[in-house]
């Protein structure tokens, strides 16, 4: 298992990084606020989780071990695959997922793309003694720094991906009235769907 990677951020991606080990480039998926910590040409070291399938391997990277350990975690449930837990810490910090399992909190679980009721219902089933219990305060969960907190994640998100100052500015008032809409239905700003749509805007512009 590769437990980690080390070395100089080569590229950023909006799904992805890739750092160079060894004079190799790594490819390692990452959440928007993972990479949001990384620019290009400093040193990085994320800890990774390789999954393994017939026609792929396919590293992810993450901030710190927590979030590695939590992402294994995860997939321990049924129907979780790498994907959508990624997706659940794109939008939660551990802890906050912690949080919502301990609190039977089905608005944070749907708040993650590709969750419905129902599936939010059994997943917290299945987590209730997996996860364990909240051991910090973390990124706070829905209905407080996720949703007060998509413009500054966002914005470091583009930051960190080369864009100036100005442009991250630009897009983020341009991908503003999504995530209003998104608080209006009683959800929350997905950072990773804002940041697609942010890229877009940007690519049109030039």
Known sequence: ???????????????????????????VQCTPDTLSGL????????????????????????????????????????????????????????DALRLAVATGDEKALTAVPGIGKKGAQKLLLEFKDRLGEPVGSGRAGVGSAVTAGWRDQLHAALIGLGYATREADEAVAAVTPQAEAAVAKGGAPQVPQLLKAALQTLNRAR
Not at 4 to 24: N, T, Y
Not at 40 to 67: C, H, M, N, P, W
């Open 39 to 94: 620019r290009i040409g400093q040193q990085a070291k994320l800890a990774t989780s390789l999954v393994v399938r017939e026609d792929s391997l396919t590293l992810y990277g993450f901030a710190d071990d927590d979030e590695r350990q939590t992402f294994e975690l995860l997939q321990t449930a049924s129907g979780v695959g790498p994907r959508l837990a990624q997706a659940m810490l794109a939008v939660h910090s551990p």
């Open 1 to 27: 298992m590769i437990a980690f990677v080390s070395g100089p951020v080569a590229a950023l991606a909006p799904d992805s990084a890739v750092v160079e080990v060894g004079g190799i480039g790594m490819a």
